[in-house]
């Protein structure tokens, strides 16, 4: 084999690893931190045409939780879920409490659901086969979209 040859299979064996993790940073941006004023959970659950049936105050365990609310959304069908809302100090504390999230197995400390990431603000939705989820995300991501930075 040949000098050449040498570093043609290094730069394949490079490009074949480097390329996929180049495609997750692309497709998958983090999150920008802002603090964020009113209810945007609330206000996507009104745009959507979800009804709140209830809200309760809640404090998630993690450092740099300032509190949030718990939220009974119900849809048009009478299907209901409960979202929770948390916001964050910062950038760093909010991060570590996705990390924590996402580092449980389902079912091993892990609750099954997803995490919306919307500036300081973190939302839990548990599973959902109603399609609430699907509702919320898009209006969040048009909100998000409107918001000057």
Known sequence: MSRADEVLVII?????VLIPFGWVFVLFPGHTYYVKTGEPLQQAAQNAGLTIVNTSPVQWPFPGATGG???ILEDSAGNTVTVQTQTFESMQSR????QAFSAQTVGKGRP????LVHGQELIYIPADQTGILALIASELKAM????PL
Do not use: H, N, P, V
């Open 144 to 147: 998000e979209k409107s918001m």
């Open 95 to 98: 991060d570590a409490a996705i």
């Open 112 to 115: 099954i659901g997803t995490i």
């Open 12 to 16: 394949i064996i490079l490009a074949l």
């Open 69 to 71: 609310t718990r939220y």
